[in-house]
């Protein structure tokens, strides 16, 4: 059973940072690929980031999110810098389906299994 749990999120004033945390049990994390995505409230789900051999980020936070993978702790991590009130959301990782990190990816998630509960974002002055 693939589960991941998502931690680290919290409120922060814009221009802040926050260091999301994407654990994994009962496999190796380093052998998918990994999404984070984000849904505000009254929106539908949207992809922010992948890792696999690669990276990928969508446009709204390319520059300001950096995603990367501690193979040791099994986790993979979205720093995000540069926090705007848009980012609020509640951000989720999963496992992505294709196997692949790609930009379609992002634009259409496909994961295996459930959505975790995510861990909220709130960015707000």
């Known amino acids: 059973q693939l589960q991941l749990v998502e931690s680290g999120g919290g409120s922060v004033q814009p221009g802040g940072s926050l260091r999301l945390s994407c654990a994994a049990s009962?496999?190796?994390?380093?052998?998918?690929?990994i999404g984070w995505f984000r849904q505000a409230p009254g929106k539908e789900r949207e992809g922010v980031s992948c890792?696999?051999?690669?990276?990928r980020y969508s446009e709204s936070v390319r520059g300001r999110f950096t995603i990367s993978r501690d193979n040791a702790k099994n986790t993979v991590y979205l720093q995000m810098n540069i926090l705007k009130p848009e980012d609020t959301a509640v951000y989720y990782c999963?496992?992505?389906?294709?196997?692949?990190?790609?930009?379609?990816?992002?634009?259409?998630?496909?994961?295996?299994?459930?959505w975790g509960q995510g861990t909220q974002v709130t960015v707000s002055s």
């Open positions: 999963a496992v992505l389906r294709s196997g692949i990190c790609s930009n379609s990816v992002l634009d259409r998630p496909n994961v295996l299994g459930s």
């Open positions: 009962g496999f190796i994390l380093e052998d998918y690929a």
């Open positions: 890792i696999a051999t690669n990276t």
